[in-house]
């Protein structure tokens, strides 16, 4: 891949990219800076399935790739959310998927999305996203009050741990 090509460009030319992911939205199953992705570009008048991992990008982003998880199909469109996500995305249609998972890698082993492991995986997931979604919420809603309470104590005690561990009190 040149500089100058995106990685929307080479989908196209070459029907497939292969690329490391960046984000946390689908954690655990992708890990950032960590695991690789083949995508296959999608082909003219496909239609995808629930569960289905797809590359698309929004309507109000068009410049930003984004890999999530299809939850849901109807016949104008797709419902869609990040595994490591709370809210859905209920606007995707098919212009706007670029392409699907068909593998990963992680830990140097390649994981074909009809072995048993990432079948097992994705029923776990989709059994428990209630829950899962509700506990993502509340997760973020108690850090982000934490943040606003302890915020204005951030830089000191940053400062104090870098200083304990720099004197040896504190292992890193």
Known sequence: MTESMSLQEVLQQKGHITYKTRGTSMEPMLRQD???????????GERFM?????LYHRPSE???LILHRI??????GYRIIGDNCWTYEDDIVDSDILGVLVSFIQNGRQIELDSEEYLHY???LRKNEEDRIRNLKKNFEF???LKKL???LAGP???LRNLLQRCGVLCR
């Open 34 to 44: 960590r695991d690789l992705v083949t995508i296959r570009r999608r082909e003219a």
């Open 50 to 54: 629930e569960n289905d991992v797809v």
């Open 62 to 64: 068009p410049d930003r």
């Open 71 to 76: 939850v849901g199909v109807r016949d104008d």
């Open 122 to 124: 994705v029923e776990d």
């Open 143 to 145: 850090r982000q009050k």
């Open 150 to 152: 302890l915020g204005p």
């Open 157 to 159: 005690a940053r400062r």
